[in-house]
């Protein structure tokens, strides 16, 4: 199964419009991560923000938020006001376990935004 | 504010030959990733290594190794290329606190087996 799952192959938003990246995941563990990262065409991975399983409130980061649902094991990226610049393949992804020094992420299949002017 | 540096960014080399990546993590992280990412596809987690000693293992080839030095710079040693073996190399570091380390990568390096 998978571990990370985007069913947003694709999405448009208009700019300065707000705009919501689904992402699931599947996990028995209790302790565990879920990252956001944004891979503009250039081919970078560029960390964006980061939610722990036992974190109360949900993260934000500028323009970035995380709409963390524990009990539906969702973790939907919010972007605000969207920028031409946010046009890029957003990635979600997972760490299990405690946080070990050399936890590996798993990585779902990626939605590619578009933003147009 | 320092990054993870990769050398070299882009890499050609004809099938079985050998190649070597370098990744110098940010000033003071002590954890270093190595990632695959093929065309189309989302990065795939190769090996870790935490203080010089590897730490977790995904799905890399028996031809590939790698190694964190007593500077905390990792390499990638990959023989015997294929073609399949073309994609994007990412190097990430991260400072393991309490928990919640985020892996920060580089800007990778493309290789390209011919």
């Known amino acids: 199964a998978q571990k990370i799952t985007q069913t947003q192959p694709g999405m448009f938003v208009q700019e300065k419009e707000a705009v919501t990246l689904d992402c699931t995941y599947d996990?028995?563990?209790?302790?565990?991560?879920l990252f956001w990262y944004k891979q503009p065409s250039s081919g970078e991975m560029i960390f964006l923000i980061y939610?722990?399983?036992?974190?109360?409130q949900n993260a934000t980061e500028g323009r970035y938020s995380l709409n963390f649902q524990k009990a539906r094991k969702s973790a939907n990226l919010v972007i605000s006001a969207s920028q031409l610049g946010d046009s890029a393949m957003y990635f979600c992804?997972?760490?299990?376990?405690?946080?070990?020094?050399?936890?590996?992420?798993?990585f779902g299949g990626g939605t590619r935004l578009m933003v147009k002017p | 504010a320092a990054g993870v540096i990769q050398s070299p960014r882009h890499l050609i080399k004809e099938k079985r030959e050998t190649a070597t990546l370098k990744c110098y993590p940010i000033?003071?992280?002590?954890?270093v990733y190595w990632y695959q990412q093929g065309p189309g596809q989302d990065p795939q987690f190769l090996i870790s290594?935490?203080?010089?000693?590897?730490?977790d293992k995904g799905s890399i080839p028996d031809r590939f190794s790698a190694q964190q030095f007593s500077d905390y710079h990792s390499e990638l040693n990959m023989s015997s290329l294929e073609l399949g073996d073309s994609a994007l190399y990412f190097c990430?570091?991260?400072?393991?606190?309490?928990?919640?380390?985020?892996?920060?990568f580089g800007p990778g390096t493309r290789l390209t087996v011919l």
């Open positions: 290594f935490y203080e010089k000693m590897q730490s």
């Open positions: 000033p003071r992280h002590d954890t």
């Open positions: 992804a997972m760490r299990e376990g405690r946080g070990n020094a050399g936890n590996m992420l798993t």
């Open positions: 996990t028995s563990d209790q302790s565990y991560g």
């Open positions: 939610q722990g399983s036992y974190d109360e």
């Open positions: 990430a570091s991260s400072y393991q606190t309490s928990g919640g380390a985020a892996q920060y």
